[in-house]
């Protein structure tokens, strides 16, 4: 498959772990962040952990959507939903994440009219197929999904398609960074950079970084030799002292971002003064609202949207394993409460989390390396 | 009562709590596994539960006899490759070629719902003859119920098969042993793709066609090649090669090691997986068979299986290990690994 065979290339990749391998400093432990969940995935899948060198530590960012998205959003817009003329539609992802009584799937069960869409525009779709219903898109994601929600809501809008609404999500990545950097428990030695989310924003917005942070940052895409070839660019900034943006992924990634995304954005949405981050907590200018041009497809000015918060659960211990302050295993909840099949934080549902990626690929195969003790 | 009598007579013993029943509780993964060993086992068979294999084997008067049973809900009835009814033949015929039995006769139970279009339902009786008559089975019989519309969804097909056991083969977990090859009969994963595709609700079309098809031709012809050799076959239908082989990891108490980069799969399979950040190991396969074969007889079966019509593309895909045990490991070329869990709930396509 192009694109894909030549980036997993077992000779190549060899050959960038055998990089990583001699520029390495034995001496030194290096703490490097992949923002995106994308990432997280990736290097569960590929087993990239057992071919990097132990002093290289791969901490696992606020990059995944579903993660971060407090659990009051789903509960309202659930509460909307009850209305059974209204149509619950939402990518496949949020559909196992636990809400107050339940996950879209289980509010399904019990008669709810949910259904998972590809695309907003399906969502489109769904509400010209359903004239005598309400469809409401729960909209999710940061940049990267963002744009096609813009033009999904201007299509509505040329459209005329008023049985159709968004209850927004969007939220922005470089808020969450700066957040994450603000923390005083966490020292990171670089960032592996968002790949998807810059095909929109491009590489310039990055660049306080490594200008105030002094932190290098590479752009990179999702396939194996993507990934160990940003390690070995921010290998390489860091023997030399340097901080700057670099861009790995430039078969798919513009420096300047993607305008026309960019423009359907400002066109359809505009800043929440604040934002509350699961985990994170409130951060201001860290999402998207629907402008008020648009209000008549902005779910939450057309429906009583209760605005539930809830706390997370005590124990659980999201926040911290989503600043990478934690490892997944060192939370209280870890395999025991919380497992994929019952979920009790977002990190454990998406594929992206976290969590739920520790469980499936790492923690299990850890247990079975210390339960006899030899490698596997 | 005396004491005496209350030893052996274990009560069932339930461990299946979820309130409700969900959609993953017939997904084919954990869930369906959790309901099935949680309440169904328990209560039906009470302790003396054995793993759970396609077909039940019976001893009738001294004759041997293989049974199973299957229920089809797919929609759209119709998809590139095959449709309901054919789907409810050979998806039953499957079950017994996999339990080591020929195929002899199926009965079958049509649901439909009012107002169903009488062309729509002959065409799926058609497939069904024609099915049948491919796999050399004989319909013995059948049973109609028709509900209210509404009620369901155009039609469902249930369908009970009987088989006669091959000689010379035990399908049994137990026998697996540590150095056993797995051999699987060709590319995943084109089953559940091409379903997800004729829904219609993804914007991607795809070159694809359901595998569905009746197996019995190449599980004789392993038989043949290595009979005694076989341990153990499943065909991995709902849930993938990951939840079977998970199954047999389970059931034989050993690891299974499977080479990534062994099984087949089509680009168009791979690309839309890639896309819709699904595993082809979990997605759904309607005309291909796993088997474990002893080490000394696997090329035998491979070359067998390669030589029959439709196995041209059967490989060995991994192996039976001592570790890790009862998971199943994914390596890769460049030495990294991963393990790889059942099927939870349903496979969803995730966004970014």
């Known amino acids: 498959m192009k694109y894909v065979d030549e980036f997993r290339d077992p000779e190549l990749i060899n050959r960038a772990a055998e990089q990583i391998r001699r520029l390495a400093d034995p001496n030194r432990h290096y703490r490097l962040m992949e923002v995106c969940g994308g990432h997280t995935h990736a290097i569960y899948r590929f087993g990239l952990k057992d071919i990097l060198p132990e002093n290289i530590e791969l901490i696992h960012g606020p990059g995944c959507p579903v993660c971060v998205l407090p659990m009051g959003r789903i509960d309202d817009a659930l509460a909307v939903a009850q209305d059974p003329d209204v149509i619950f539609a939402a990518f496949g992802d949020m559909m196992r994440v636990p809400g107050t009584h339940g996950s879209p799937l289980e509010h399904k069960a019990r008669g709810m009219d949910v259904r998972i869409v590809?695309?907003?525009?399906?969502?489109?779709?769904?509400?010209?197929?359903?004239?005598?219903?309400?469809?409401?898109?729960?909209?999710?994601?940061?940049?990267?999904?963002?744009?096609?929600?813009?033009?999904?809501?201007?299509?509505?809008?040329?459209?005329?398609?008023?049985?159709?609404?968004?209850?927004?999500?969007?939220?922005?990545?470089?808020?969450?960074?700066?957040?994450?950097?603000?923390?005083?428990d966490m020292r990171l030695d670089g960032f592996i950079g968002p790949g998807h989310v810059s095909t929109v924003i491009g590489c310039r917005p990055y660049e306080w970084i490594a200008k105030n942070e002094h932190k290098p940052i590479v752009v990179c895409g999702f396939e194996p030799l993507d990934l160990l070839q940003s390690i070995v660019m921010l290998l390489k900034q860091l023997q030399n002292d340097e901080a700057k943006v670099e861009n790995q992924y430039k078969r798919v990634v513009p420096w300047e971002g993607n305008r026309a995304a960019l423009k359907a954005m400002a066109e359809t949405f505009q800043l929440r003064p604040y934002f509350e981050w699961r985990g994170l907590g409130f951060i201001s200018q860290s999402a998207l609202r629907i402008r008020d041009e648009y209000a008549e497809w902005d779910s939450e000015q057309r429906f009583h949207v209760p605005g539930i918060r809830v706390t997370d659960p005590k124990a659980a211990q999201c926040g911290e394993v989503l600043k990478g302050v934690l490892k997944p295993s060192q939370c209280k909840l870890f395999g025991k409460e919380c497992t994929p099949e019952n979920p009790v934080g977002a990190l454990m549902v998406s594929s992206e989390g976290s969590c739920a990626a520790y469980f499936n690929y790492e923690h299990r195969k850890a247990n079975l390396v210390a339960s006899i003790g030899v490698s596997v | 009562m005396s004491s005496a009598t209350k030893i052996g007579v274990s009560a069932p013993k339930i461990r299946f709590r979820e309130p409700q029943i969900e959609m993953a509780h017939g997904a084919g993964g954990k869930a369906s596994r959790r309901l099935v060993e949680g309440l169904f086992a328990p209560l039906f068979f009470g302790a003396s539960a054995e793993p759970l294999s396609d077909a039940a084997q019976l001893k009738i008067n001294g004759a041997r006899l293989a049974v199973t049973t299957d229920s089809f809900v797919v929609k759209p009835l119709v998809f590139p490759g095959g449709s309901i009814g054919e789907l409810a033949i050979n998806g039953t015929v499957n079950d017994l070629a996999v339990s080591g039995a020929k195929p002899q006769a199926i009965v079958v139970t049509f649901i439909l719902e009012a107002?169903?279009?009488?062309?729509?339902?002959?065409?799926?009786?058609?497939?069904?003859?024609?099915?049948a008559q491919e796999a050399g089975v004989r319909?013995?019989?059948?049973?109609?119920?028709?509900?209210?519309?509404?009620?369901?969804?155009?039609?469902?097909?249930?369908?009970?098969?009987?088989?006669?056991?091959?000689?010379?083969?035990?399908?049994?977990p137990q026998s697996v042993c540590p150095g056993d090859k797995i051999l699987l009969s060709g590319p995943i994963g084109d089953h559940g793709i091409t379903i997800l595709l004729a829904r219609g609700e993804l914007d991607m079309?795809?070159?694809?066609?359901?595998?569905?098809?009746?197996?019995?031709?190449?599980?004789?012809a392993v038989v043949e090649a290595a009979g005694p050799g076989i341990?153990?076959?499943?065909?991995?239908?709902?849930?993938?090669?990951?939840?079977?082989?998970?199954?047999?990891?389970?059931?034989?108490?050993?690891?299974?090691?499977?080479?990534?980069?062994?099984?087949?799969?089509?680009?168009?399979?791979?690309?839309?997986?890639?896309?819709?950040g699904l595993d082809p190991l979990h997605i759904a396969n309607e005309g291909q068979f796993l088997a474990v074969v002893a080490p000394e007889l696997a090329d035998a079966a491979l070359k067998a299986l390669k030589q029959t019509p439709g196995g041209d593309e059967a490989r060995i895909i991994g192996e039976?290990?001592?570790?890790?045990?009862?998971?199943v490991l994914v390596t890769t070329l460049y030495g990294g690994s991963r393990i790889i869990d059942m099927l939870v709930g349903d496979p969803l396509p995730r966004i970014c």
């Open chain 1, 118 to 184: 590809y695309s907003p525009t399906d969502a489109i779709k769904l509400a010209k197929m359903n004239p005598a219903k309400h469809v409401m898109f729960f909209a999710i994601g940061f940049e990267t999904t963002a744009p096609s929600t813009a033009l999904t809501l201007k299509r509505a809008k040329a459209e005329g398609i008023h049985n159709f609404s968004v209850f927004c999500n969007h939220v922005t990545i470089i808020p969450a960074i700066r957040a994450i950097l603000d923390s005083p």
């Open chain 2, 115 to 131: 107002g169903l279009r009488t062309d729509v339902l002959q065409a799926e009786i058609e497939a069904m003859a024609k099915a």
């Open chain 2, 139 to 172: 319909i013995a019989g059948g049973d109609t119920k028709v509900v209210e519309h509404g009620k369901a969804d155009s039609m469902y097909i249930t369908t009970t098969g009987l088989g006669a056991p091959l000689p010379g083969v035990e399908i049994n």
């Open chain 2, 205 to 220: 079309e795809g070159d694809l066609r359901s595998d569905t098809r009746c197996v019995f031709p190449m599980v004789n």
């Open chain 2, 231 to 276: 341990r153990w076959m499943r065909d991995p239908t709902r849930g993938g090669v990951a939840t079977s082989l998970n199954e047999l990891a389970r059931d034989c108490g050993l690891g299974v090691v499977l080479f990534e980069d062994s099984v087949p799969i089509h680009d168009a399979v791979r690309g839309a997986c890639e896309l819709l």
């Open chain 2, 320 to 327: 039976i290990r001592e570790q890790p045990v009862g998971s």
